[in-house]
Structure formats: C-alpha cells, structure tokens
C-alpha cells in the first residue's frame, strides 16, 4: 500500500482517473472545448504581446496544459502564456535580442527550460509551503483586482474603439470618457448578446452557455456585416490561424546563455509560481478543493520544461482560461489537458474558421469570465470581519489595478507578514485565580476577583520568541511594581507553542528577579517543545526541577508550601483549599 502511495503522489492523475464517470468525463470534454475556442484568439495576442511569433502563443497553450494538468494538483488551473508573463518576458529578452528574431524565439525557449527546472527543484525539496504565505485576504483581492484588468484588456474589443495601450484602470476610463462619441454601438450590441446570452444560458445549458454565447455573438456580427459592411460596423473578426502543429525545439545548453538569461529565470519563476499558486488558491475557494502546493511546483515546472521542447515560451497559470473552465462546469484535470489536446486538433481542422470568430464577442465572454471571479459575499465578510485583513485585501486589490499583479502579490504578502508578526510579538498576559465553585481547581480569568496576596497567576499564551520577548518582559517588569507584595510568580504555559533561546533567557531572568525580593517563579504544563529548549539548553536547571509542574494538583500545594504563614493568617481571600489549614488572626485591638 505504501509503495501504492507513493506511485500514485508522484503520478497524480492515477488518483483523480479512478474518480472519473461518464458524467464528469462529459462536463470536463464540455469544459475543455470550451477553453480550447476561448485560447484560440488569445494565444495570438498573447505571442504579440511576448514579442514571438503569433502561432508560438498556440503553441505555449498546448503541451504546457497538458503537462501541468496530469502532474499538478490544482482540479481547474490551466496553464498556458498570461499577458503578465508575457510583459515581463518581453521587457528583459527585447534588450538581448530582437523580438520576433530567431535568436529571441530560442533565448525565449531556453528561458521555458530554466523556469521550468528551478520550479520543479522547488517542488522536490518541498518549498510549497511557500503558497502558505499567500492569506486568504490576498487571494480575494488578487482575484477581483485581476478580473478588472481581464475587462480593461477587453474593453477596446467590446466598445469597438482603439485604446491606448500600457495604461492603467483609470487611464483606460479617463480615455472612455474623453472619446466615447468614437464607440461603435454595432460591435457593442455584438459584446452585449454574448454577455447576455452566457448569462441566460447558465441555468439552462451549464458549461456550453459559453459555446452557445459565442456562437450567438458570431450570428449577429454576421448578420450586421452582412447588412452594412464591416467598415460601417466596425465588427472585427479574429483572423485565420495558422495550422500547424508545434514544432520540435531545443533549448539553447550553454553555459553563456545560462549566465545571461538566470537572473530573469529567477524572476519569472517566482512571478509564476506565485501567480499559479494564487489563481489555483482563488479557484479552490469556490470548489472546496485542497490543494498541494509542492505538486503544482512540480506540475508547473515539468510543463515549461516538456513545453520548451515543444517550441513554447514560458507557461503558468491563466486567470481567464481557469475561471473559464471553472465557469464551464469542469470536474478534473481532464478538462485542462482535454483543452490542450482539442487546441490541437483544432488549429489542424477548423482555424481558418477563427476568421468569422467576432473580436467583440470574445470579449463579451470574458466579460462574464472576469464578472464571476469576483467573489462579493467573501470581500464584504472580510470587510466585516477584521481592519487588518480589509486593509490587505484592498491593498492587493488597488495594487494589481493600478501596478501590477507581481508587486500587488508581494506587497500583500509582506503586508500579512507584518500583522502577524505584531500579533505574535505581543502574546497575551491574563491573571487568573483558581474557580472558587469548581472542585478541580480550574484557573479562570481573575481581573476582579480576588487573588493570593503573595502569588501572582498568569496565563501566557503563543510563543515566547525573540519577536515578543520585549513585550513579554515589560509586562512582567510591570506586574512586580505594581504588585511588590506579590513575589512569587505561576506561569501558566500550557498555551505557550514555541519557546527560542531569548523565550528560554527570559523566563530566567524573571526567576532571578523574583528570588531576589524574596519570592521565586513556577510554572505548568510546559509543552514537550519548550520543555526541549529548557532542558537542552540547562534552563530547566536553574528554574529548578521543583518549580515545574506537570498537575494542579501537585503545584498549589507545592507552592502554597513556600508562603509566608503569616500573610496567610491575616488573609481574608482564603482562595486555596489550603489557605482553610491555617488558623485565621484575629487583628489585635488598638489601645485607647
């Protein structure tokens, strides 16, 4: 069975195939087709934008899907050329060589191949607890911030009118408004019928609404150019792709090549990581799906490295292609490798027709696409719930409108980062006193109840690290010159996680101080992991053996054993059961 696991984990589609029905394989083939129309103009639009030839973003769309679906985790991600990805490639590469050149298609290959190789080391030696970072306050943000952009890049499309390219959301409206007389209301109603028709269609036909809308909006565009002509339109088509299949490549294996192009290699692997990670992680929010972050490194790296043989650039995870395929019903990863293959076969047999595919009404489509992903009942919880997490979530969001997805991601990670650290680097300090109606001694919180004159409980709660001991110790600074009378010390550690070498330092030293005014310190239920670093490091020894317990009911009559009786006696609080051993004073009248 073990070795049974351990085949399956390294191949995971054994494990979701054995899952497939007649019904899920019907939903993920509708799902793939789906996703295959949608790529058919992108890719070309993604290539240009890259700098490559048009069909080469054909070609990043097929075998990297197919890769990246068999060996990664994610049910919906899939892979293929990003506009993100395509920007930061074509920034660096066009200053090594000209875009669109031989040179630049293998410098461009040869840097899949890199990308491709550190992810898949970042997946071996299991550093996808990385994605961990990634709050779920980030994701929503990065998700809504993203499907803005997605109707931004489509806006030209469904208004019919040129925008200028490399501008921000408020750029792309400011020009709306300044130049709406110059939109087509043709090309509009085309992006509408499509909008609308996914709409309506949802409930009724599922994962084909999108065929079905895109097959409505390419009528109507026909009828209106057939009516009045595409210059009185201004209906645009897609254009005749080119058929052929992806061509065998080789990266470029020298060490010159290597030196030059490593510094972007790093850089795109980490932007692509996060970006396929963040996309697997908005997605799995909406389908319930776990995710595993060291598979999809691997998954995501064995894609570009298949990929660049495959005469691809690099790959990662595609907003609109995975929230289409989410949208068209997709059950497994079948659905994502289904739309590579079925790219296949269409480019071969059917791209020719692309030239009667309207432009608006692709964009009506993901208009739709970027509608849904915008995930409104979880940003006003977060609103709701916690400043802290708002204030990321609109970090995030603000921060991938209008600069860009990469910064948007890391700002808001650092940001999450930061909050937990303060909360963790002020661990909670609460007095407590023994519950006067419980016969086992339970510890409840004790602000105004009374407490032991000469012992001081306290419940220290998350980790006591070199983050919080500063924190930590001003408390405990305070507590003996507020209460001086209260020399001795409980701790009460069953809640302390993690204790470091200042944590440990710490404790000490606030047992030296109470030894010398006369008191000492005890504590209980230290966990096995901080009991390691106080034993390792001789901590243990000078706190003494004796002033750590594992059982209330053997540290209240230990430490009531070193008070002062006679404080005792004149006591009026009487908290312990032991306190009723000693005979209570009666105070001495005044002499007149």
């Not at 996914?198 to 809308?213: D, T």
Request: aromatic share 10%; proline share 5%.
């Amino acid at each position: 069975m073990n070795f049974i696991y351990r085949f399956q984990k390294f191949l995971p589609f054994l494990r979701w195939g054995r899952n497939m029905t007649r019904s899920s394989v019907r939903a993920d083939a509708i799902a793939g087709l789906t996703g295959a129309a949608i790529v058919l103009p992108q890719g070309v639009a993604f290539a240009a934008i890259a700098g490559m030839p048009p069909e080469y973003g054909l070609y990043t769309s097929m075998v990297p899907a197919i890769i990246a679906a068999l060996f990664g985790s994610s049910w919906h991600l899939v892979s293929g050329p990003t506009t993100a990805a395509s920007i930061i490639m074509f920034a660096s590469l066009s200053t090594m060589a000209v875009p669109g050149s031989e040179e630049y298609v293998a410098l461009a290959i040869t840097l899949a191949f890199m990308v491709g190789g550190l992810q898949l080391i970042m997946g071996v030696v299991r550093l996808g607890a990385l994605v961990n970072f990634i709050s779920h306050s980030v994701v929503v943000g990065f998700t809504a911030g993203a499907a803005c952009l997605i109707a931004a890049k489509q806006a030209k499309d469904f208004l019919g009118i040129e925008i200028p390219e490399g501008g921000h959301l408020l750029n792309t409206l400011q020009f709306l408004w300044q130049n709406w007389e110059q939109l087509h209301p043709l090309v509009m109603l085309v992006g509408a019928v499509t909008l609308l028709t996914g709409i309506l269609a949802q409930r009724r036909l599922g994962g084909m609404s999108m065929i079905a809308a895109l097959i409505a909006g390419s009528v109507v565009a026909a009828v209106f150019n057939f009516a009045f002509g595409e210059d009185i339109s201004g209906i645009k088509m897609i254009g005749a792709l080119p058929q052929q299949l992806p061509p065998l490549s080789m990266p470029q294996f020298s060490l010159e090549t290597f030196r030059q192009l490593s510094p972007l290699a790093l850089t795109m692997t980490l932007f692509a990581l996060t970006e396929a990670v963040s996309i697997a992680r908005s997605i799995a929010l909406k389908s319930g799906q776990p995710l595993a972050g060291n598979q999809e490194f691997i998954g995501q790296g064995l894609s570009n490295i298949a990929g660049s043989f495959f005469s691809s650039y690099v790959a990662t995870g595609s907003f609109n292609r995975s929230g289409a395929n989410y949208d068209a019903g997709a059950r497994t990863p079948l659905a994502a490798a289904l739309a590579g293959i079925l790219l296949i076969v269409l480019v071969m047999l059917i791209a020719p027709l692309t030239s009667y595919l309207p432009k608006a009404a692709v964009s009506g489509l993901l208009f739709l696409v970027a509608w849904r992903l915008i995930n409104f009942k979880q940003i006003m919880k977060i609103l709701r719930a916690d400043e802290n997490e708002a204030i990321i979530l609109g970090l995030v969001f603000f921060g991938t409108v209008f600069f860009s997805i990469e910064f948007a991601i890391l700002a808001g990670v650092i940001m999450s980062l930061m909050i937990f650290l303060r909360k963790t680097s002020h661990p909670r300090l609460s007095p407590r006193v023994p519950d006067p109606s419980s016969k086992t001694r339970k510890f409840i919180y004790g602000q105004f109840l009374p407490e032991c004159p000469q012992l001081k409980i306290l419940r220290l709660d998350d980790s006591i690290y070199f983050g919080s001991v500063a924190h930590v110790g001003e408390i405990l600074r305070r507590y003996r010159e507020h209460y001086p009378e209260q020399k001795y010390l409980f701790l009460l550690t069953k809640g302390v996680g993690q204790v470091d070498i200042a944590g440990a330092e710490l404790i000490v030293s606030e047992a030296r101080e109470r030894r010398a005014i006369g008191g000492d310190l005890f504590m209980y239920q230290l966990r096995d992991s901080a009991a390691k670093v106080f034993k390792r490091g001789g901590y243990k020894d000078e706190i003494g053996d004796a002033n750590i317990f594992t059982a209330k009911e053997e540290a209240i009559p230990a430490i009531f054993e070193r008070l002062d009786k006679d404080i005792c006696a004149t006591c009026e609080n009487r908290i312990f059961t032991e306190c009723k051993t000693i005979r209570k004073k009666r105070p001495t009248p005044e002499k007149t």
